[in-house]
């Protein structure tokens, strides 16, 4: 059993250390020495190595575990950006060989050069990527990411939706995004403890200067205001050694007020030194001989983000303040009309219960189509007429029944389950429209249609498959005595057929 697992049984507070691999002696050095203190105040210190931080040929995870002196103290990040199922299931096959079972699955942020119109670059989504590891290594421990600090009601419900979907496709525990804003990750206990099923919840936290803050105002999905860059300015002109101390400070009694909340752990970032990880330490230590009570806390936070002269602090992005249990947002008439519109000529064509669908299904099914000229016209066909209608790309496995007719491919990293931790204010992560998945959410509550946000598990789409028509097999695994396409999916069936083909 990994230390991580046997940790979270335990209901220990741990603290999980991040390591960006980079190819360097000395980055790899300090590290070592670093988790040689293996505890931070008693609490168990384990390594985990981020994927992808910067681009695709970043030193990979298991690259950097294999130089540790105990690879078997590590949390391996698997970033979906730019692969396919088959590098999940490379990654898996190399983890057994190192004795690794513990795996937290992410999406990813933007690839670094990726534009939308260009060259397209794929992202395995993380409950996919769950589903096809829970799959074929039943006993691992799975982690997947939320991020609460969301500020709209569109984007910050479509962020629990698709966390309920991760713990239903295998997620042991969730890790939330980097953030400041107490009030939001308690927002998050509270939901995860609403769960059937409720799992450990670990916060990402660092300590954050003038410096980190402008760099981090670059990374998608981190919320820095106005009010903070004013204090941490100010810190800032009184000396470097002060903004330095107040960071600590802060950083220390924030990881108090987690483990007061009821989290499970910390994802430490920005700590790479030794004496970094001593300086936090005594920090945490003078915190919790002075904190006794949550009003002392409280108060100790809010004079933490306190410097004379200035306003108090806010940590919600623009006007909006939203928080989980309101509702205000409502879909627009057109967007409430072209539901209608699709869902009714979904059932016209595609639902075998009509003439027209059966004389539909009839036609694409016919033995003209399997040749590759015949596949080719078919696939030709079908783009011409889906492409200006919602934007698709033939996957080969249409997914717009189960994304209420909002094509997955109008995503730029063509996410069927949800949306990604980067939308700021309802806006996508590429900043070049309002997210897909916000529409999605306004179009499933006007209609009545929720659930389909919260129980529908999406396979990701096979790159074998793509650029082809979907109609054949639409038709085909729709036809008597063949599991319904939904029914394969809720069932974990499609993933298992995947996952023994290629595995």
């Known amino acids: 059993m990994g230390l991580l697992k046997k940790t979270l049984g335990e209901r220990t507070f741990v603290c999980l250390t991040e390591f960006v691999p980079k190819p360097s002696a000395q980055h790899f050095e300090a590290f070592e020495q670093l988790m040689a203190h293996s505890t931070l105040c008693g609490w168990p210190m384990i390594a985990a ?6 681009g695709n040929l970043d030193l990979s995870p298991l690259d950097a575990v294999a130089e540790f002196n105990d690879d078997r103290r590590a949390l ?16 898996l096959k190399r983890m057994d060989a190192a004795g690794l079972d ?9 690839l670094p050069g990726h534009e939308p119109g260009q060259r397209p670059v794929r992202y395995l989504e993380s409950v996919p990527a769950l589903q096809i590891v829970r799959q074929a290594r039943p006993d691992w421990l799975l982690g997947a990411a ?15 939706f698709k966390a309920e979907k991760k713990l239903a496709a295998g997620a042991d525990f969730l890790t939330l995004q980097l953030g400041f804003d107490i009030e939001k990750q308690r927002e998050a206990l509270t939901w995860m403890s609403r769960q059937r099923a409720p799992k450990p919840l670990l916060a990402c936290v660092m300590g954050l200067t003038k410096g980190r803050a402008a760099m981090l105002e670059q990374v998608a999905g981190i919320v820095i205001t106005p009010s903070m860059r004013a204090v941490l300015e100010a810190e800032e002109t009184i000396s470097r050694a002060f903004a330095q101390e107040r960071s600590v400070s802060r950083l220390a009694l924030q990881i108090i007020g987690l483990q ?5 752990g910390i994802h430490l970032s920005g700590v790479h030194q030794l004496k970094q990880l001593q300086a936090l330490e005594q920090a945490i230590t003078d915190w919790q001989a002075r904190i006794g009570t949550e009003q002392q806390w409280d108060s100790a936070w809010a004079a933490a983000w306190s410097m004379p002269d200035l306003p108090a602090v806010v940590f919600h992005a623009g006007p909006s303040n939203w928080r989980l249990g309101e509702s205000s947002a409502q879909a627009s008439r057109k967007e409430t009309l072209r539901y209608h519109l699709m869902s009714g000529l979904h059932a016209q064509l595609f639902s075998r219960t009509t003439w027209l669908s059966r004389a539909f299904g009839w036609a694409v099914q016919r033995p003209l189509w399997s040749s590759s000229r015949g596949a080719r016209w078919l696939h030709q066909v079908e783009r011409c007429f889906k492409r200006p209608l919602v934007g698709c790309d033939t996957c080969g496995r249409c997914r717009l029944e189960d994304t209420l007719y909002i094509c997955p491919e109008t995503c730029p990293k063509g996410l069927a389950n949800g949306p990604c931790g980067g939308t700021r204010l ?16 306004r179009t499933a509550k006007a209609v009545g249609q929720e659930a389909v946000l919260t129980d529908r598990l999406i396979p990701c789409i096979e790159v074998e498959s793509r650029h082809q028509s979907s109609w054949p097999r639409w038709f085909e695994e729709h036809s008597p005595g063949v599991p319904g396409r939904r029914d394969a999916v809720e069932g974990g069936e499609a993933v298992a057929r995947s996952v023994e083909v290629v595995d």
Not at 146 to 160: C, D, I, M, T, W
Not at 433 to 439: L, N, P, T
Request: glycine share 10%.
């Open 49 to 54: 190595v981020a994927d992808r931080v910067g």
């Open 76 to 91: 391996v990040h698997f970033s979906g950006k730019d692969r396919e199922r088959r590098e999940l299931l490379a990654q």
């Open 102 to 110: 513990e795996l937290l699955m992410l999406t990813g942020d933007r």
């Open 146 to 160: 939320l991020n609460p600090f969301k500020y709209r009601e569109e984007e910050g419900g479509a962020q629990y």
């Open 260 to 264: 007061r909340m009821g989290y499970a």
């Open 426 to 441: 309802n806006r996508c992560e590429f900043g070049d429209r309002e997210c897909v998945h916000s529409i999605k959410y």
